[in-house]
């Protein structure tokens, strides 16, 4: 693997991602933070050496490296998932690479339903800890100690800095931001009424299909990770509606302006 991650990163090197300091996952919904970054270059994911190709229709597959609040950033503009067919270590390929590049930190932004009934749809969370349901992990691999610490540990995945510094932006700018547990799910089919019943009593906030195996990477690889949900529907087992795929996608378009401004504000802050 250390073979391909500096053949992907030479490669970048040569199309002008020079030292950045900040990598960005967008989430569903959640494109527009793009409009906000001074693109220096861009590349579609089936060009770059070893990269795997996004599938799903709603999440763009480019990796772009630019200016964001004058900081070097790399934002990945669509990510994968396991649903798609990809094994846990593709899933996080671009987080290794992005390492290799000179990140330090990694935020992540994400679309989730809202377990717990007190948040409500076209809100955001941030996330304090997690619960990895996805029935294995993106360190499970032979050679793995030669990135990293094997038994990475997880007591704090999500750092206190950061998160400090998102709840006073938010703060600030009058935004609603819940914190809580962040539970990430297989997928793709949505959960049955037991299954959001057992996420509650597991204690979980909000449930999604992505994250997890990028956190626990930046966590491997020892870099500032910090991750912000978008509420895109409320999860009552006792009042389930089927879900219109639509209707979230619009939902986190709603939410959009508001990740947008903590974003902004704590990459500035950094």
Do not use: W
């Amino acid at each position: 693997m250390i073979k391909f991650i500096t053949e992907t990163a030479d490669y970048l090197k040569t199309k002008g991602f020079d030292k950045p300091e900040i990598g960005i996952i967008l989430g569903t919904g959640l494109g527009k933070l793009i409009d906000e970054v001074e693109i220096l270059s861009e590349v579609s994911y089936n060009h770059i050496p070893n990269f795997p190709t996004a599938t799903v229709e709603f999440h763009k597959g480019k990796l772009i490296y630019g200016l964001l609040s004058g900081k070097k950033v790399i934002v990945m503009q669509g990510r994968f998932h396991v649903y798609e067919g990809y094994s846990l270590q593709d899933v996080t390929y671009p987080v290794r690479v992005m390492k290799q590049l000179g990140i330090e930190t990694l935020l992540v932004s994400n679309a989730s339903g809202a377990i717990n009934l007190d948040f409500k749809k076209g809100e955001l969370m941030l996330i304090d800890d997690h619960i990895n349901l996805q029935g294995s992990s993106p360190l499970a691999f032979r050679g793995v100690e030669e990135l990293g610490e094997r038994f990475t540990d997880m007591s704090a995945p999500y750092n206190l800095d950061l998160n400090t510094k998102f709840k006073a932006i938010a703060k600030a700018h009058d935004i609603k931001l819940h914190e809580g547990v962040y539970a990430s799910v297989v997928g793709p089919q949505l959960e049955t009424r037991a299954e959001y019943r057992m996420l509650k009593i597991i204690g979980a906030d909000a449930v999604g299909m992505s994250t997890v195996p990028e956190i626990i990477v930046a966590n491997h690889l020892n870099l500032k990770v910090a991750a912000v949900s978008v509420l895109t529907d409320e999860c009552d087992p006792n009042n389930l509606k089927p879900v219109d795929i639509s209707e979230i996608i619009a939902m986190a378009g709603k939410a959009e302006p508001h990740m947008i401004t903590l974003f902004k504000e704590l990459i500035t802050n950094l």
